[in-house]
């Protein structure tokens, strides 16, 4: 069995993605690992070169700015990836620049590789998901986090990131998954506020027009985290190729997760998926089978 790792990049150093550690984290699940660099205003290329893993093979490439409707660039850019994976692979195990494998989950990972290599009716694994946010203590618990996603798919050509990358799919429908026992840790909203805030101006971009992006991000020079509806508290251990980062971690957040900020209509929805684990009205982009 051969298993590819995939993912993409640029600018990591400008907007402080840790993408080294969400590299680092999947390198003993994989095989090869294909990291698309695409051109940018910083030394991200270096960056990834200063991983220093044979693993690693670099394919350097050019963003389409101009392909903003739904975040596209970014399935274009992820699809550019996922094509320069070996054709001998049999799985491929995707990751964005915020996203990072916990150690402890690794056997659980490569255990599910080989339990359903010769099921072909498994198109992809499932992965539960943790979202950090304001500081690496705290964890989005709203509606408003997707809770689940897929990470590994098949390698097959007809497999294609579909919108903005958060997920796949296999031409127009949905990728039939098992869901494993791992989660995916998400640091996308945990960095410094003046990194968030060039963050959000840069990510947006994806998405609106220049002369709408005032209407979607403030013009602030740092990014006010207080606007959070939710949060709860994370006791829990992080990865440990996040140790540094976390110890670096130079802002002070609080936030209070006994005061939430929501309708009544949301916290009803809440309760019940507290009491039933089902979440009414979730949005799937992909079919459990197993």
């Not at 070996?86 to 964005?96: K, R």
């Not at 539960?128 to 509606?143: P, T």
């Amino acid at each position: 069995m051969k298993v590819s790792g995939f993912t993409i990049v640029r600018n990591a150093l400008i907007y402080d993605y840790p993408i080294v550690e969400s590299i680092k984290s999947i390198l003993p699940c994989v095989d090869e690992m294909v990291v698309a660099v695409g051109k940018s205003e910083d030394d991200t290329l270096g960056l990834i070169q200063s991983i220093g893993s044979p693993k690693i093979r670099i394919v350097e490439t050019v963003w389409d700015d101009r392909l903003r409707e739904g975040g596209r660039v970014l399935a274009v850019e992820t699809d550019k990836a996922k094509q320069a994976i070996d054709p001998a692979s049999d799985w491929c195990f995707y990751i964005q620049g915020d996203e990072v494998l916990h150690e402890k989950f690794v056997p659980e990972v490569l255990s599910a590789l080989e339990r359903f290599k010769n099921q072909p009716e498994i198109e992809g694994l499932l992965f539960r998901y943790l979202h950090f946010y304001g500081a690496y203590h705290y964890q989005g618990n709203s509606r408003k986090w997707y809770r689940k996603e897929v990470r590994i798919v098949r390698n097959d050509p007809e497999i294609h990131a579909y919108r903005d990358a958060q997920g796949f799919r296999k031409g127009l429908r949905k990728l039939q998954v098992a869901e494993i026992d791992a989660a995916i840790f998400h640091y996308g909203w945990v960095k410094n506020p003046k990194f968030q805030q060039a963050k959000q101006k840069n990510f947006h971009k994806f998405w609106h027009k220049d002369e709408e992006l005032k209407k979607y991000v403030s013009q602030a020079d740092a990014y006010d985290y207080q606007q959070i509806d939710s949060l709860e508290n994370f006791n829990g251990s992080h990865p440990e190729v996040m140790k540094n980062r976390i110890a670096l971690m130079d802002w002070d957040f609080q936030f209070d997760p006994n005061k939430r900020k929501m309708r009544l209509k949301d916290k009803l929805l809440i309760w019940f998926e507290k009491w039933t684990g089902y979440r009414l009205f979730e949005y799937k982009n992909y079919q459990k089978i197993k």
